[in-house]
């Protein structure tokens, strides 16, 4: 991961099973230097407690909109407005709804409704739930609205069905959160190109081929790097 050093991310974390994988992005983004906040809502202090998160970025885990013991700004305005951008992992149905329809009644849905930033989501939850029409047609207005959703993966599931609804691995948010803030102004926005990388083999003859040694990572590098460009 590039160095995130002077960026500021913000994790809204809800009630799924999956919130315990978001330890390891809140910890891989602060080693990278990022500027950690965590928002959890009351169900996914449930599943994983704040004092994991306070640890792992040194910053206080905010649930309650009117805990008033560490500031005295008006916090949901000044997270919003600090955050290069957004990423709510998991977001289960109930968040995803709330989203999609401007329903502000906990910090963290309050904060998504006042930030202007980019904001990821990454819908996490049981197949049926996710397929269901009202998930579907709620994650399209947040589409609408300008979120960036993210695919959920497919595997076993925790309730024993296997389909679609995993959160995806933790390296694969870090790579989304990446995209959005190594390069805020995008320099390379609408440019188009096509990197070629790995060994080839041309032929002799049936049998014999001349070839390298290339591994293919200066080609992946360049690749990668032009993508976070834009």
Request: aromatic share 6%; proline share 4%; hydrophobic share 45%.
């Amino acid at each position: 991961m590039k160095d995130l050093t002077g960026k500021c991310v913000l994790l809204g974390i809800t009630g799924g099973i999956a919130a315990y994988k978001m330890a390891n992005v809140a910890s891989a983004l602060h080693k990278a230097g990022a500027k950690v906040h965590v928002i959890m809502t009351e169900n996914a202090a449930k599943f994983i407690t704040p004092l994991t998160f306070e640890t792992l970025t040194g910053s206080k885990c905010m649930i309650d909109t009117f805990d008033r013991e560490f500031q005295f700004d008006v916090r949901h305005i000044s997270v919003a407005k600090e955050a290069d951008v957004i990423l709510v992992a998991p977001a289960t149905a109930n968040v995803i709804a709330k989203m999609a329809h401007g329903i502000a009644d906990d910090m963290l849905t309050t904060v998504v409704l006042a930030a202007k930033c980019k904001k990821l989501v990454s819908p996490s939850m049981n197949t049926a739930m996710l397929e269901n029409p009202v998930t579907r047609d709620n994650i399209e207005i947040l589409r609408k609205y300008g979120f960036t959703i993210i695919d959920s993966a497919s595997g076993y599931l925790a309730c024993g069905d296997t389909g679609s609804g995993k959160l995806p691995e933790p390296e694969v948010l870090c790579q989304w959160i990446e995209r959005e803030v190594a390069y805020l102004d995008k320099p390379m926005k609408g440019k188009k190109v096509v990197v070629t990388a790995g060994p080839t083999q041309e032929a002799l003859d049936p049998v014999r081929y001349l070839t390298n040694h290339s591994t293919g990572k200066m080609g992946y590098a360049i690749a990668h790097e032009a993508m976070l460009r834009g």
